[in-house]
T-cell receptor, first 115, second 113 residues
C-alpha cells in the first residue's frame, strides 16, 4: 500500500514555456503532499507543502508565482513550473501523506530539462 | 533553521564489510527516518524510528534513535553490491505524516565487489 505515482518521469521543454508535473496517491487519500527539488549530488530541498483544498505553503526562497501548486483532490497534486529557464532544470520529487500513515511515500521523481 | 549533518559524506567499502553512518542535528526531532535513493529515483524508506533510544532492524539494516533525540545512526551488515546508493537521514518534528521532513545531505555508498 501507500503508492505514489509521479508523471512524467522525464520532460524536456523550451525556455519560456510551462511544464506541469502530476503526483497521484494510488491507494490512499493524501491530505498532504510535499514537493521537493534535488540538484545533482545534492539532497532533497523542500519547496512547498500542499494541503487538499487550501493554498500551498512555500518554503523561504521559493517563488510561489513561478512554482504553482494545486491540490484539488485527495489523490492529486500538480506542480507547474511557469516560464521555465535552464536554471530550473532539476529533479522534482513529490511525496504524500495522510490518514493513518506515520510517514509519507515518495514518487519516483521527474527529471526536468529546460533548453 | 533546522539542519541535519551526515557523516561520512561518502564511503568506499569492500563487499561483505559492515557499514556505519550517522546523522546529527542541532535541534530535537521526534521522528527519525532513513532513506535510500538510487540514481534517477525517488527515495525509499528503509527504517522509521519514533522513540528515543529505539533500536530497529530491517534485514541487514539496523538504525537507532539517539537518546538526546538529536542523532541517529544506520548500520548495514555484510554489504552487497546492491547496497550502492545515497543514504539520507531525515527528521520530523512531529510523529505524523502531515509534518514536513527535513533531509540530511546524504552519504554516498560504493561497494567494491
Amino acid at each position: 500500500g501507500a503508492v505514489v505515482s509521479q508523471h512524467p518521469s522525464r520532460v524536456i521543454c523550451k525556455s519560456g514555456t510551462s511544464v506541469k508535473i502530476e503526483c497521484r496517491s494510488l491507494d490512499f487519500q493524501a491530505t498532504t503532499m510535499f514537493w521537493y527539488r534535488q540538484f545533482p549530488k545534492q539532497s532533497l530541498m523542500l519547496m512547498a507543502t500542499s494541503n487538499e483544498g487550501s493554498k500551498a505553503t512555500y518554503e523561504q526562497g521559493v517563488e510561489k508565482d513561478k512554482f504553482l501548486i494545486n491540490h484539488a483532490s485527495l489523490t492529486l497534486s500538480t506542480l507547474t513550473v511557469t516560464s521555465a529557464h535552464p536554471e530550473d532544470s532539476s529533479f522534482y520529487i513529490c511525496s504524500a501523506g495522510g490518514g493513518q500513515l506515520l510517514y509519507y511515500t515518495f514518487g519516483s521523481g521527474t527529471r526536468l530539462t529546460v533548453v | 533553521g533546522q539542519q541535519l549533518n551526515q557523516s561520512p559524506q561518502s564511503m568506499f567499502i569492500q563487499e561483505g564489510e559492515d557499514v556505519s553512518m550517522n546523522c546529527t542535528s542541532s535541534s530535537i526531532f521526534n521522528t527519525w527516518l532513513w532513506y535510500k535513493q538510487d540514481p534517477g529515483e525517488g527515495p525509499v524508506l528503509l527504517i522509521a524510528l519514533y522513540k528515543a533510544g529505539e533500536l530497529t532492524s530491517n534485514g541487514r539494516l539496523t538504525a537507532q534513535f539517539g537518546t538526546t533525540r538529536k542523532d541517529s545512526f544506520l548500520n548495514i551488515s555484510a554489504s552487497i553490491p546492491s547496497d550502492v546508493g545515497i543514504y539520507f537521514c531525515a527528521g520530523q518534528r512531529r510523529k505524523t505524516s502531515y509534518d514536513k521532513v527535513i533531509f540530511g545531505p546524504g552519504t554516498s555508498l560504493s561497494v567494491i565487489p
